[in-house]
T-cell receptor, first 116, second 114 residues
Framework: EPEVTQTPSHQVTQMGQEVILRCVPISNHLYFYWYRQILGQKVEFLVSFYNNEISEKSEIFDDQFSVERPDGSNFTLKIRSTKLEDSAMYFC??????????????FGPGTRLTVL | DQQVKQNSPSLSVQEGRISILNCDYTNSMFDYFLWYKKYPAEGPTFLISISSIKDKNEDGRFTVFLNKSAKHLSLHIVPSQPGDSAVYFCAASPGSSNTGKLIFGQGTTLQVKP
């Protein structure tokens, strides 16, 4: 069964450093997402991406965040200068949309980001 | 942002009995709802969804009920099994959205006791 994969599973970084989280969505999906879950809190939407551009972003997704689809398979989330409060589990997801009807989003296993 | 709320943080049921997980929403523009299950150290796994044109959707042991007037949905698991023990998230999306963004509730931890 196709699945979304994410690397690394755990990333530890120093405050102020740049990190890149990587995702490989399901191959025939066209819509890509990043969500995050701070420990003990709800899963929060960060950004959606379609046709090589951001289609929606949340207020969390400020200038420190960026997304990219550098090739036909990878989808990345970059945080330019990490802050302590960026420590969270980051989930990538992908989906399709057929005849205007959304299909469910498939989530990857997540990358745990720890900012020290 | 409390647009999707799961007011019960936890639920414990006996194996074989029914589990009922509840979810309330405030935004009348939501017209597509999903339930996800999440185990520790894994990503959310899709369980079942329902469109606002329906009031019930069933898939095996899982049934989702939607009451649009009350802005309430529930997930019924019958019979409950120990392997169902996980965190269950309700999520909603404006179906007319061009982005498919999901808004999640806080989650309910279900424990099914053997």
């Amino acid at each position: 069964e196709p699945e979304v994969t994410q690397t690394p599973s755990h990333q530890v970084t120093q405050m102020g450093q740049e990190v890149i989280l990587r995702c490989v969505p399901i191959s025939n999906h066209l819509y890509f997402y990043w969500y995050r879950q701070i420990l003990g809190q709800k899963v929060e939407f960060l950004v959606s991406f379609y046709n090589n551009e951001i289609s929606e972003k949340s207020e969390i997704f400020d200038d420190q965040f960026s997304v990219e689809r550098p090739d036909g398979s990878n989808f990345t989330l970059k945080i330019r200068s990490t802050k302590l409060e960026d420590s969270a589990m980051y989930f990538c997801a992908s989906s399709t949309r057929l005849a205007g009807v959304w299909d469910e989003q498939f989530f990857g296993p997540g990358t745990r980001l720890t900012v020290l | 942002d409390q647009q999707v709320k799961q007011n019960s943080p936890s639920l414990s049921v006996q194996e074989g009995r029914i589990s009922i997980l509840n979810c309330d929403y405030t935004n009348s523009m939501f017209d597509y709802f999903l339930w996800y299950k999440k185990y520790p150290a894994e990503g959310p796994t899709f369980l079942i969804s329902i469109s606002s044109i329906k009031d019930k959707n069933e898939d095996g042991r899982f049934t989702v009920f939607l009451n649009k007037s009350a802005k309430h949905l529930s997930l019924h698991i019958v019979p409950s099994q120990p392997g169902d023990s996980a965190v269950y998230f309700c999520a909603a999306s404006p179906g007319s959205s061009n982005t498919g963004k999901l808004i999640f509730g806080q989650g309910t931890t279900l424990q099914v006791k053997p």
